[in-house]
C-alpha cells in the first residue's frame, strides 16, 4: 500500500516537472525586465514622465543635500547691503589651530592673486597675469563682505562656493581681516 503511494507521488512530481518544460521557450525568464530593461534615447521623450516629457525637474524651492542656504543674492546690491549691515562671522573668536587652517586655506585659495600678505602682490599679479588686483590696506572691507565676495566672486575674481565650505569661508574671512589689521 505505501509503494502505491511512493509511485503516485514519484509519477505525480515527474509529471509536474515535465509539464513546465517548453522547448520552444528555453530559459524561462521570471522577471525579463531585469534581463532585457527597456532603454531610452538621452533627451527623448519618454512615457514613463508625465505628459511625455524629456525629463522630470525638481519640486519648486528644493536644494541639493548638503547645501547652507545664504541669504544674500549675488547682486551689487547685495553687496552694498553686506557691507551695511556688517554681518560676523557665526564661527566666533577662531581658535589658533582653525586660525592656521584658515591661513592655509588663503594661502592655497587666494594668496595667488592677493599676496601672502594681503598686499595685492601675489605671484600672478608679479608676473603680469592680472593687473589690478586690490590690497586689502586700500579696501573698505569686513567679514561679510570677504565672506559674499568669496562666495560669489567680483570682477576678475571667480566663485570660491565650490572649492570652500560655509565654514572654510568664515575662516578665511576672519584671516583676510587679520591681514587688514597688520597692513
Known amino acids: 500500500m505505501k509503494s502505491i503511494y511512493k509511485t503516485t507521488l514519484l509519477v505525480g512530481i515527474t509529471i509536474l ?20 530593461s527597456v532603454s531610452y534615447n538621452t533627451y527623448s521623450q519618454a512615457e514613463v514622465f508625465k505628459g511625455g516629457k524629456e525629463g522630470q525637474l525638481p519640486v519648486d524651492g528644493t536644494i541639493n543635500r548638503g547645501f547652507e542656504v545664504y541669504e544674500y543674492p549675488d547682486t551689487p546690491e547685495a ?6 549691515a ?3 562671522s557665526p564661527l ?17 585659495y587666494c594668496a595667488i592673486c592677493h599676496g601672502n600678505a594681503g598686499n595685492g602682490q601675489g605671484k600672478l599679479v608679479t ?12 579696501r573698505v572691507i569686513n567679514e ?8 560669489y566672486g567680483l570682477n576678475l ?9 560655509k565654514k572654510e569661508r568664515w575662516m ?10 597688520k597692513l
Open 86 to 88: 556688517n554681518l560676523k
Open 127 to 138: 608676473q603680469g597675469k592680472f593687473l589690478g588686483v586690490p590690497s586689502y590696506k586700500d
Open 17 to 36: 516537472v515535465s509539464s513546465c518544460k517548453d522547448d520552444l521557450k528555453p530559459n524561462y525568464q521570471y522577471m525579463p525586465n531585469m534581463y532585457e
Open 79 to 84: 553687496l552694498i547691503a553686506v557691507k551695511a
Open 157 to 165: 575674481m571667480g566663485s570660491h562656493a565650490n572649492q570652500l565650505s
Open 92 to 108: 566666533g573668536t577662531l581658535s589658533e589651530k582653525d586660525m592656521e587652517k584658515a591661513k592655509a586655506l588663503y594661502e592655497i
Open 144 to 151: 561679510g563682505s570677504i565672506f559674499h565676495v568669496g562666495t
Open 172 to 181: 578665511v574671512a576672519a584671516y583676510v581681516m587679520e591681514l587688514k589689521s
